[in-house]
Structure formats: C-alpha cells, structure tokens
C-alpha cells in the first residue's frame, strides 16, 4: 500500500469484536470524520427521496450516496462543473460517495453494449447514446466532487453462468486498472470492488486480485441482486476474510437492519440501500417493537408513536393513527415523516452497533437482536405474522415492561431500553445452567451445616432464577436435608413479575405458590420451614444492607444499558465489601471485560463462567476467602489480562475520569501474580 493512499482516508481501526469479525473503525474525508459502522442514505439524484437535508443531518448521516449513471443524465457534469461540485450544488457539508454507473447501466431497462473499452447505452432522456468507460466514470466522479469514488465495474446477475460472470469479472478487473489510473493524483479517495457473482472460486480469486491494487477501500459488488441472504453472508465472510484490515469495507445496496446486522458480523463497515425510503412510501417503518405496516387497519385508531423507543422528529409529534391516516390518503407528508424515523433508525442502530464492539458486548447483543431483527424483517406471508405478533404483543404489557413470546416461551422486555431478558436461551434453562448448577447449590444444602445457606437474587425479574434455586432445593430435600435456604430477591419493579404471572402459559415456572405469596407478603416459606423467600423492594444499593451476607449471588439484572447503576465500579466495591466476610460466590451472564475490570477492581476474584445460549463464556466472582479455598473455577489469567491492556473497554463503568485507580487495582490483582 502506498503512503498516498493512507494519507487520503486515514483510517483506523479501534476496535474488533470478540469470536466475530465485527470492528469498529474511523476515517477522515476532505469534509468530514467518518465512525463505523456507518450508514449512507441514497441520495440517486442529488437527494435523498423526501428528505430535507438539515433532517438527514440531524439523523447523524456521515456519508450520503449518490449516482453518477443518474447525474451524469440530469443534471449534467456541467452544471457540477459550473458549481464547484456536488457539496456546494445541493449545499450539503459532509461527505458524499458517488458510484461509478455500472450497476446502472446493468441493471436498468435500455439497450447496453459491452465493449473492452466502454459500455454503451442509451440516455432515458434524451435516447442520445452514452459511452461510459472507466476513464470517463472517473472524469465524472471528479467533477461531481465526491469525496469517496468508485471504480466502474461490470455487474452480472448472480444466476449467471460461471463462464459468463468469470468474463465479466476479468474485464472489471482491468478496468480497475484503469480506473486508478484515471484517478491519478486527485485528492479523491477510490474504492475497488470485487465482483464474482454467486461463484466462490470467482469471489475469492477476485478479491485476491483487487486487494493488489491499492485502492483507499475495498467494496463488495454484485450481491442483494437475487441470492438467498444465506448465500449473501456467506459470501461476505468469505471476501471480508481476504480485505485488508486497515482499509474500510463497503457492501455495496443492503440492505435490510438484519442483513446490515449480519454483515457487520462478518466484517463490513459501510453500507447503503434504497430500503428506508422506499419502504416509507409504501407505508412501511422498521422500529424497536418490529417491522410496522401501516397499510393495516389494526393501527387506524391506535395512540402512541411509531416507535415508543425512538427519538426522531416523527415519533416525538405524530401518533401512529395520524401517520396510517397520511398513508391512507396518499399524503406524502406520511412519506416524508416515515422515511425521517426510518433513516433515524437506521442510523441508531449503526451507532448502537459501533458502541458495543466498542464496549466489548458485540456478540450478546448480536446474538439478541439477530432474533428480533429477523422477526422484524419479513416480506410478504412472514410480515402478517409479524404484525400479529407485535398486536399481541401490545396487548401485554405492563408499566414500562412487555411480554415477548418465541416458540411458547415468554420473555420480559424493557420498552424503554429494548433490552430483552435472557433472549437466545430458554430462560429457565439459563438459570438452572448458569445460577443453579454452577454454584452448586444443591450439594451446598445437601452438606450438614448449622448456618442457613444465603442466596442473593438480584434482579428478580419474572423470578427465573429464584424458581430454578426453589425447584432445585424441593427436588432434592428430604428427611435428611441438613441446610437450610434463605432466598433474598431484590427487585425496585415488580411490573415484570406482575406481568408474567398473567401469562402462566409462557412462563411455566411461576406454576407454584411461591411467587404470588411472594408478591403479597414479600415472603414465602415451604411446608418444612427449610426454604424461606424474602422480597426486598427498591434499589439494591440501599436495600442489600438489609438483607444477611451471602454465600451464593445471582447477579443477574438488566444489562449496563437499562440497569446502568447496578454495573459500576462503586456498586462492585460494595458488594465485595457486603461479600468479605464469607467464602461467597457471584454469578453472573456478562462477560464483558469492562465489568469483569470492575469486579476486580472492586475486590472480587474473577473466573471464567460456563457458556449458554448465545454467549460462550459468562462470569463468576469470588470472594477472597472464597478464593483461597479449593472452588474448582478457572480464574482469568494473564491472556486476559493482555487482553484487557489492548482493549477499548478497559475502564469500568461510572469510573470517574479523575479516578484510575481502577487501573492499578486491575494490574496489581493478586490473582495475576504468578
Ligand atoms: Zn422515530
């Protein structure tokens, strides 16, 4: 790679996600910084279909894309040329990305002919006829002033034959060539794009051979034209696998917020479509509570914004009655005010993208929303039952939670955070596997002790946990059951219990006494006085003083995201102060390295917990004392360590930025001295 062409993009790479491809980079073109992830809106002609330009950037769009096929037609290099460029023409202050017209000419209806040299076609304007040749496309995408150009390609349908898509790739190829050349010593980044259709051979030779070429970026083209998104993933990770890492990597027209999810897994960084705008002028909105269309009677009379979880223009004015009503009458203000929360949402997600492979949750939060998403996304037969289920839904809510039901299975969900509960695992597995079993509970009861066994159930949520720990210590009691069980729930709000215990059939766990007495009396004792539940209402942080020291913490609340407090280091601090005196056990579903660096630096000892579900590892704290006893759990060694000193997230949460103490704390842990 030449110096020339870092010195255009000056890209780097902060941070890549753990067992994923997933990164998060940043860039800098003539007008702007550029953070990825990232989202460009299709603006084909100039602008982005019935959006203002000042509400684009309010929705924090970094890069706008447009269409040199299109502008070459109308308005004419000219009228670029007269105006010093696209930025000054359509007054727009960051950064633009043009494509070469080669999907076009491909793509669109019109006679076309491919030559070595050029393509030709005819103008759907004027039907004058128009040679398009890489050197040409060049010439254009400098006049136009994009700040990102690419190189003209040949596209091909994905279901071509092999020889065919083969002899269109060599010419795309060789027209690579000469598109760089034509760039010369322009200021102007180029990208090259790897062609291949559906052919692996061909994919994998073509990206080997455009990776020679020192382009400021590398993008993949031809797909999102007809293959099955399986294909598509595939032959993502297949290409990104042999990008460099330090250029950015652009999936040229997807996609949908799944496929945008599923290509950020495997390594892309930039993307565009035509959908958010599209599908607002059918009536179609992608929100937190799944893919809304509004073209059904079901939200004639329905209150509320589109999207509870969303802060746009839209959702924050209209409710969703008004937005069906514009719908129905063919307003296109409707349009315009669906196509804002659409690109808003699009540019949301991209952010929260970036921040938990930033934060080290990329692959949890992955793995959560790869459901939610894919429910979301559906064309056709699949969307009615999405929408029935999002009616349903919303039938059961409950204070800010609601009840989501997979495979009979019922999950709670913050509506104010979209953060789901135990999403990807069955929760009542989850907890026997993660809170259960490895804290061996049962055998702890079955030892002969005079002192009750104390559980901490923070968090008690639709009492998953708590329920697995009762069923656990019922099933195995006998006459010569020799410990006793105090069970502490803490819980601030009891909506998300409250809520599940009206849906008995999705939460097959609360089919027992206790968790209603619990509700009522804030207490529940079995018929042998050898299990005891407690409730203690509000926030842990003042309520755990209250409570006896525990043996055994199931730590297991809402994420950082919707529980932030719960989280800090200041909060690790004090349940290692409440855990000091015992030989006791924390567990918990995270493994986030900056909650693990928190619960070190708080005072805890940290292992290595079992996997489930979606996630391959969690976590468990012990404390000292339990440290210095034989537990049988593998503490974080100095791998983790080297990990923690290179990573983003080395700072735990609610560390004051005048306090790193935290940071010598990490280093000089005990459990790193060798
Ligand atoms: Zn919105």
Redesign the pocket.
Known sequence: MTDAATRRLHFTLEATALSSSARAARFTTRHNEVLTPTFMPVGTHAAVRSQRREDLLESGAQVLLANTYHLLLRPGIEIFQKFGGIHAFMNWPRSVLTDSGGYQIFSLPGSRTLHEEHAEFTSYVDNTVIRLSPERSIEAQKAIGADIMMVLDQCVPSTVEHSVARGAMQVTHRWAHRSLAARGDSMQALFGIVQGASYADLRIESAQTIVQIPFDGYAIGGLAVGESSAQREDCTAMVTELLPQDRPRYLMGVGTTRDLLEAVHRGVDMFDCILPTSLAKQGVAFTSLGRRDLRRAAYRGMEG???PA???Y??KTYSIAYLFHLQRVHETTGWQLLGL?NI??YMQLMRTMRAHILAGTWLPFYHAQRGLLDARDSYGKAATHVTRAARRAAKHKRGRYEVIVKDEVGYIRDMTSGEVMHLGEDPEQEARSLYVEQSRLVERLQAPSDEPLVVWDVGLGAAANAMAAILAAENSSSESTARRLILVSFENDLDSLKLALDHPRWFKHLRHAAPRALLSENRWINGTSAIEWCLLRGDFAARKFDAPAPDIIFFDPFSFRTDSALWTLPAFRELAQACSQKPAELFTYTYSTSVRAAMLAGGFYVAKGRGTGPKAETTIGLSPSAAATPHGHELLGQEWLAKWRRSDAQAPFGSAPDDVSWHEAVLQHPQFRT
């Open positions: 914004p589109i999207d969303c802060s746009c839209t959702c929360h808003h949402f």
